[in-house]
């Protein structure tokens, strides 16, 4: 009697299934390229909080908007790229609009964005993209990114025209080089990568004593130290192979370089790789 009623039961359920249909909704088909300015005026306070949302795509990034905070373009070829601009008090937001599919092939989301010379607290949180980034000149007070599988590079080409705090960046499966480190004025670095190949560079002019924390996974990390930066270097994981040129002194997971000036700090906790540490 219980065979009979299970068999009975999936016979029915088998009979229902048969009445149902899943619609699968087609991938969006990209269009013309659509160009549109974005702009941003400065917010009447002494410091402005700019936040850019941004999910696949190239973003570029780089000082020179006049009297503005932001001054660019968006070039897109699907609708629901367009981006959108919200202002309150002095938090702006500026983002990529809606977008959930993931079957799109030949879309088109480019946006090249100048910033002014406001003091500003920036964050970048995006996706799966290419990502461009000049802050020499700037006046960043802080800076966040965080970004999933990402190839980006970020450059301080000039010294940062005020002190940050805090430099934090967070990425997953990418490849990340942060470029003439020294320049970006900055007292603390926090990095959290996953598997990837990361160069942090500290060329430029080191203005203060500073702190780098990095964290990684299985990583290929490369370390640009210039000779006669006074720096002191800790390399703490299980697996780890650590190559280093000549002039660099050794006590245990311990790397030393004499100089002058400011202090640069490294501590690095990674799960497994290589970490090279070179001028």
């Known amino acids: ?56 795509g190239k973003l570029t990034l780089s000082p020179g908007a006049e009297d503005m905070l932001v001054d660019g373009t968006a070039t897109y070829n699907l609708p629901n790229f367009k981006p959108e601009i919200e202002e309150s008090d002095n938090m702006i937001v500026v983002k990529q609009g809606e977008f959930q599919s993931l079957n799109v092939t030949d879309f088109k989301n480019e946006w090249d964005l100048k910033l002014g010379e406001t003091p500003m607290d920036l964050e970048i949180n995006a996706g799966a993209y290419q990502g461009r980034y000049e802050f020499g000149g700037l006046a960043l007070t802080g800076l966040t990114i965080k ?92 697996a780890v192979n650590v190559n280093h040129s000549s002039g660099w002194g050794q006590s245990n997971h311990t790397y030393t370089q004499d100089g002058s000036g400011s202090t640069l700090t490294i501590i690095v906790k990674t799960g497994a790789g290589t970490v090279t540490i070179t001028d």
Request: contains cysteine; proline residues 5%.
């Open 147 to 238: 970004d999933g599988a990402s190839d980006v590079s970020v450059s301080f080409s000039a010294p940062n025209q005020t002190e940050m705090s805090v430099f934090r960046y967070e990425t997953g499966a990418s490849s990340v080089e942060l470029n003439e480190l020294a320049n970006a004025n900055l007292s603390t670095l926090i990095f959290n990568g996953g598997a990837g190949d990361y160069t942090l560079d500290f060329s430029g002019e080191l203005q203060q004593d500073a702190t780098a924390r990095i964290e990684t996974g299985f990583s290929d990390l490369k370390l640009v130290i210039p000779e006669g930066v006074d720096t002191r270097v800790t390399v703490e994981g299980a």
């Open 1 to 56: 009697m219980k065979y009979t009623f299970a068999f009975l039961t999936i016979l029915a359920l088998a009979s229902m299934a048969c009445g149902f249909t899943v619609n699968i909704p087609s991938a969006p088909t990209p269009g013309p390229d659509v160009t549109e300015d974005i702009t941003v005026a400065v917010p009447d306070t002494e410091e402005a909080r700019l936040k850019i949302q941004f999910g696949a």
